[in-house]
C-alpha cells in the first residue's frame, strides 16, 4: 500500500493524474493542499479565507459572559472539516510510512492478516491519541467535580477551543475513511462492512456536537476509544507473534469490555432519564441550542441503549462461537490413542540379537538331545 511520502524501491512510474499516481503520493498531494492554506495565512488578502479552515470560527465568548475564548458551531465548521480531513489523511499516511510499515518487516503475514494488522495499527493510534486528548480535557476544564456536572447549565453552548477542536477532529476522522478506501484499494467485500463503521462513528460525533451534548458525549466516547485502544493493541501483539502476552491482554479486554458497556448503560440512565429531566423544555430552543426534550431525551438514551446491546449481543456470539470452536479441538486431543512407543534402532538390533541368541541355543539343545537318543 503506498503511502506516498517516498518512491518505494521496485514502484514504476506511472503517468501523472493517474490512479495509480494518486494512490502512490495521496500523502504529498494532501500535504499540498494543506500548505497552501498555512501559506494563504501569511498574506493579509487572502488570510481571512485560509483562517476560514485552520482556526475555529463563531466566537460567543461576549454572549456567555467567560473570560476565555468560548466557541459554538456554525456553517463555516464545515470549512474547517475539509482542512483536517486532509490533516487526517497525512496522519494516516504518517503511521502507515513510519510505524506500521516498519513493523510489518519483522512478521510474515498473509495478505488478509496484513490488511487487519494496519487497520488495528491505524486505530490504535488514533483511539489513544483521542482518549489522551480527552483526558487533558478532562482535566483542564473540571470534569466529574460533582456528579451533576453532566447536566448542569445545559445548554452547554459555548466550548473551548480544545473542546471544538476535538470534536472537529473526530468528524474529520471518520470522513477521511471514505477516501482511504479508494487509497488503500480495499476489497469490494470490505467496504460495506467499514462503510457503516465510520458512518456511525461519525453521526454519534456529529450528534454529540450539535445537540450540544459535550460533556456526556466526551465521557462515553472517552471509555469507548480506551476499550478499542486495549483490543487493537492486543490484536497487534496477536500478529506479531506475542502469543502469550496477546492472550493475557485479550483477557483483561474481556473483562474491560462488559464493564465499560455497564457503565456506560448506568451513565446513559442517570444522565438522560433523571438529570437533564430536570431542566427539560416542550419544544426545541435553536436560538438557544437547547434540545433538551423529553422526546429527544429518549431518542438519544434509546439509541445509546440499542448501541451498547447491540455491542454486547455480538461480543458474546462472539465468544460462544470461539468456546464451540475450542471444544472440539480439545475432546479431540483427549480421545485421541496415545502414540506407541518407538523403538530405538539400539533396541531393535539389540533384541534382535537376543533373538537370534536364543534360537541358536535351541537349536544346539536339540542337536545334543538328538545324539543322546542315538
Not at 467567560?66 to 480531513?85: E, H, I, Q
Not at 499516511?93 to 491505524?122: C, H, M, P
Not at 492472550?247 to 465499560?260: P, R
Amino acid at each position: 500500500m503506498g503511502t506516498g511520502f517516498r518512491k518505494r524501491p521496485g514502484n514504476k512510474a506511472v503517468p501523472y493524474l493517474s490512479h495509480e499516481f494518486i494512490i502512490q503520493n495521496h500523502g504529498d498531494i494532501a500535504t499540498c493542499f494543506c500548505m497552501v492554506f498555512i501559506v494563504g495565512l501569511m498574506f493579509q488578502a487572502s488570510s481571512p479565507f485560509a483562517s476560514a479552515f485552520i482556526a475555529p470560527k463563531h466566537n460567543v465568548t461576549e454572549i456567555t459572559n467567560k473570560a476565555s475564548t468560548l466557541y459554538t458551531y456554525g456553517l463555516k465548521d464545515l470549512c474547517l472539516l475539509v482542512f483536517y480531513t486532509l490533516t487526517a489523511i497525512i496522519f494516516h499516511a504518517i503511521v502507515q510510512e513510519y510505524v506500521l510499515d516498519k513493523l510489518q518487516r519483522k512478521v510474515r503475514l498473509s495478505k488478509t492478516k496484513l490488511n487487519k494488522f494496519n487497520e488495528s495499527g491505524q486505530l490504535l493510534a488514533f483511539y489513544v491519541f483521542s482518549a489522551v486528548w480527552a483526558l487533558i480535557i478532562f482535566r483542564d476544564e473540571g470534569y466529574f467535580q460533582t456528579f451533576d456536572f453532566f447536566w448542569v447549565g445545559y445548554p452547554h453552548v459555548g466550548l473551548t477551543s480544545w473542546t471544538k477542536f476535538f470534536f472537529i477532529i473526530q468528524m474529520s476522522y471518520w470522513v477521511h475513511v471514505f477516501p482511504e478506501l479508494y487509497f488503500q484499494k480495499a476489497k469490494r467485500e470490505e467496504i460495506p462492512s467499514k462503510v457503516v463503521f465510520a458512518t456511525i462513528n461519525f453521526l454519534i460525533c456529529a450528534s454529540i456536537y450539535f445537540l450540544n451534548l459535550t460533556r456526556i458525549g466526551m465521557t462515553l466516547l472517552f471509555i469507548d476509544y480506551s476499550i478499542n485502544a486495549l483490543f487493537h493493541f492486543s490484536r497487534l501483539l496477536y500478529f506479531m507473534d506475542k502469543k502469550n502476552v496477546s492472550k493475557t491482554s485479550f483477557n483483561i479486554y474481556n473483562v474491560s469490555f462488559v464493564l465499560a458497556r455497564l457503565t456506560a448503560i448506568i451513565l446513559s440512565i442517570f444522565v438522560f432519564w433523571f438529570g437533564l429531566k430536570t431542566s427539560s423544555v416542550e419544544s426545541i430552543r435553536f436560538e438557544e441550542g437547547n434540545f433538551n426534550t423529553p422526546l429527544v431525551r429518549t431518542l438519544c438514551l434509546v439509541a445509546i441503549l440499542a448501541l451498547q446491546t447491540w455491542m454486547l449481543w455480538n461480543f458474546i456470539l462472539f465468544q460462544c462461537k470461539k468456546i464451540r470452536e475450542n471444544a472440539p479441538a480439545v475432546a479431540t486431543a483427549k480421545s485421541a490413542p496415545k502414540p506407541r512407543k518407538v523403538k530405538s534402532q539400539k533396541e531393535e538390533s539389540e533384541n534382535e540379537v537376543d533373538s537370534n541368541g536364543k534360537e541358536t541355543r535351541q537349536n544346539g539343545d536339540a542337536n545334543n538331545n538328538k545324539i543322546k537318543a542315538n
